[in-house]
């Protein structure tokens, strides 16, 4: 049985690499999507890629650290597509740099986006989803916040704060409001990552790691594994990373 046919889905950090693969294979299980991101011809594209496909999927151009764009994304989701089933918290940003360099402006972008951009999907579909006694709520962490790796301190840290945040969720809304909580653990993983990091060392660094990432269809894949389960059923964390990664 298809537990994802004619479910809403919004995806956050959509229009591209991971949530970009995402949107494709929710589409062809069937999943009604409304894409958030901030870059709009990127997600102009996916959706017609989508549609062209048969697939069902509308935009919305939002930045995840505004709240306010957040729950006016998923505003719009109702309004267009219905109740929003299903929050695939997607959009982070991994910037590496050492302690030594104090990146300020690196770490505080992560803090925006990898911490209160989730906290503010959350925010966004939770009351809804506890009203109804359903939905599925899926955050994207790393392994890096099992491990955390050389120059990648608050962007470890922000990992460990997902896998935080998504325990005490199911803890609480899962056990207690049927609400199923997932969380998926990738590795090194080619997005086109290591080409956003500044840091002069940093980037160094994310060039070596990222000659042995895999594709984000991986990724996508376990996505679909891990949301589409019956209501009783929940999928807490699945860890995909590359066979010859170490950590």
Request: charged share 20%; net charge neutral; aromatic share 6%.
């Given at each position: 049985?298809?537990?994802?046919?004619?479910?809403?889905?919004?995806?956050?950090?959509?229009?591209?690499?991971?949530?970009?693969?995402?949107?494709?294979?929710?589409?062809?299980?069937?999943?009604?999507l409304?894409?958030?991101?901030?870059?709009?011809?990127?997600?102009?594209?996916?959706?017609?890629?989508?549609?062209?496909?048969?697939?069902?999927?509308?935009?919305?151009?939002?930045?995840?650290?505004?709240?306010?764009?957040?729950?006016?994304?998923?505003?719009?989701?109702?309004?267009?597509?219905?109740?929003?089933?299903?929050?695939?918290?997607?959009?982070g940003?991994?910037?590496?740099?050492?302690?030594?360099?104090?990146?300020?402006?690196?770490?505080?972008?992560?803090?925006?986006?990898?911490?209160?951009?989730?906290?503010?999907?959350?925010?966004?579909?939770?009351?809804?989803?506890?009203?109804?006694?359903?939905?599925?709520?899926l955050?994207?962490?790393?392994?890096?916040?099992?491990?955390?790796?050389?120059?990648?301190?608050?962007?470890?840290?922000?990992?460990?704060?997902?896998?935080?945040?998504?325990?005490?969720?199911r803890?609480?809304?899962?056990?207690?409001?049927?609400?199923?909580?997932?969380?998926?653990?990738?590795?090194?993983?080619?997005?086109?990552?290591?080409?956003?990091?500044?840091?002069p060392?940093?980037?160094?660094?994310?060039?070596?790691?990222?000659?042995?990432?895999?594709?984000?269809?991986?990724?996508?894949?376990?996505?679909?594994?891990?949301?589409?389960?019956?209501?009783?059923?929940?999928?807490?964390?699945?860890?995909v990373?590359?066979?010859?990664?170490?950590?």
């Amino acid at each position: 049985m298809n537990h994802l046919h004619n479910k809403v889905a919004i995806i956050t950090g959509a229009s591209s690499g991971i949530g970009a693969a995402t949107a494709i294979r929710l589409a062809s299980n069937g999943a009604r999507l409304m894409l958030v991101a901030r870059n709009e011809e990127k997600l102009e594209v996916l959706v017609s890629k989508i549609v062209a496909s048969g697939g069902e999927a509308t935009y919305y151009v939002a930045d995840v650290s505004d709240a306010a764009a957040t729950q006016s994304a998923v505003s719009e989701a109702d309004k267009r597509l219905g109740p929003v089933d299903i929050l695939v918290n997607n959009a982070g940003l991994m910037l590496f740099s050492y302690w030594k360099d104090v990146a300020m402006e690196d770490w505080n972008k992560m803090i925006e986006t990898n911490l209160k951009g989730y906290l503010h999907g959350i925010a966004a579909v939770l009351p809804g989803m506890l009203e109804r006694s359903s939905g599925k709520i899926l955050n994207m962490s790393s392994v890096a916040g099992i491990h955390v790796g050389d120059a990648a301190g608050v962007y470890g840290a922000t990992k460990f704060f997902i896998r935080g945040i998504t325990e005490s969720l199911r803890n609480e809304v899962g056990v207690k409001n049927g609400i199923q909580v997932s969380m998926i653990s990738p590795g090194v993983i080619d997005t086109g990552w290591a080409s956003r990091v500044s840091n002069p060392e940093g980037k160094k660094l994310a060039g070596e790691l990222n000659k042995g990432a895999v594709a984000p269809e991986v990724i996508a894949d376990a996505v679909v594994f891990a949301l589409d389960k019956p209501a009783e059923v929940s999928v807490s964390d699945v860890v995909v990373h590359p066979t010859k990664q170490a950590w």
